[in-house]
């Protein structure tokens, strides 16, 4: 059951938005594809509309989340009357520095699809990871997301990392579902 401060929690829910939308996309494109392989062109014309649409949403809720990470640095920067007022409502229980950013991920996914090969399964690819970030990954990296008892913390970081990566610099391509993709922008940017 939710406390009321998690119910306030903005990052908690983005990423409930976030993860359903991807479990919606997930199902729209199995169903699309039935109607295709059943003949029925109309009704797979519609979800491919729809779809699109529905990209389109999720583009929206990343830039929200990006907005939300601005916010966050932005109360993480205030002095600690300021932090105080501000955090008891919408910004849940961990501050940042408890938790490793986003942002720490981006070259050990990187280096890790490098070494296997440019692409790689995403199970693959964070097992991998959490290989590579184990001396910086902390304690609480390790707890259950509070949005998804089944999902470690440091896993759903390194997936929004590598959404950032995909959809907002091209480090990473887009690929079928499951896999990870190095882009050339990307093996350049290791090698800065």
Do not use: C
Request: glycine share 6%; net charge positive.
């Amino acid at each position: 059951m939710n406390t009321p401060s998690d119910q306030n929690d903005v990052s908690a829910a983005l990423a409930l938005l976030r993860d359903s939308l991807a479990e919606e996309e997930q199902r729209i494109r199995n169903e699309g594809a039935k109607a295709m392989q059943g003949g029925d062109y109309d009704t797979a014309t519609s979800v491919i509309d729809f779809a699109k649409r529905l990209l389109t949403f999720q583009k929206k809720v990343e830039t929200l989340v990006s907005e939300w990470d601005e916010l966050e640095d932005l109360r993480d920067g205030a002095s600690p009357a300021v932090q105080e007022i501000v955090s008891k409502r919408f910004f849940g229980k961990k501050k940042k520095g408890e938790i490793t950013p986003h942002t720490a991920y981006y070259r050990a996914i990187l280096e890790s699809l490098v070494e296997m090969g440019g692409s790689a399964k995403t199970k693959l690819v964070l097992d991998r990871v959490g290989e590579k970030m184990k001396s910086i990954l902390k304690p609480i990296d390790y707890e259950a997301h509070k949005s998804d008892e089944k999902q470690i913390r440091w896993r759903n970081a390194a997936q929004w990392a590598r959404n950032t990566m995909v959809n907002e610099d091209g480090r990473m391509k887009k690929s079928k579902n499951g896999i990870w993709e190095i882009s050339d922008k990307g093996r350049k940017w290791l090698k800065k």
